[in-house]
């Protein structure tokens, strides 16, 4: 059985930095993508950022660009988003996300395409 758990996230000032990571267990992500989706109130899931496995290559939205980094460790099957100078518009519920391996180590934004997903984790940033 696959699950993935996230843990991290909270409630921050705007400047702040804050961290997500998700662990996944029962099968080997280590050739996968894995990366971060996030859902404001009210508003469509959106792809935030992505890691494969193998060649270690990142994808990032625009307006994250710079302010946030994506990495993985591969022995621990554990992926990571590390959040700084949060702005208010960065609120949301954060999902992790992987997939089986069908997508060949390609970087993909749709949500459709990824086989699993984490439980959620709330980031909140208040002006």
């Known amino acids: 059985q696959v699950q993935l758990v996230q843990s991290g996230g909270g409630l921050v000032q705007a400047g702040g930095s804050l961290s997500v990571s998700c662990a996944a267990s029962?099968?080997?992500?280590?050739?996968?993508?894995m990366g971060w989706f996030r859902q404001a109130p009210g508003k469509e899931r959106e792809f935030v950022a992505a890691?494969?496995?193998?060649?270690?290559?990142?994808d990032y939205i625009d307006r994250v660009k710079g302010r946030f980094t994506i990495s993985r460790d591969n022995a621990k099957n554990t992926v990571y988003l590390q959040m700084n100078s949060l702005i208010p518009d960065d609120t949301a519920v954060y999902y992790c996300?992987?997939?089986?391996?069908?997508?060949?180590?390609?970087?993909?934004?749709?949500?459709?395409?990824?086989?699993?997903w984490g439980q959620g984790t709330q980031v909140t940033v208040s002006s």
């Open positions: 996300e992987a997939d089986s391996g069908h997508l060949g180590g390609l970087i993909a934004t749709q949500g459709y395409l990824y086989n699993y």
């Open positions: 029962g099968h080997t992500f280590s050739s996968t993508v």
């Open positions: 890691i494969a496995g193998r060649s270690g290559a990142t």
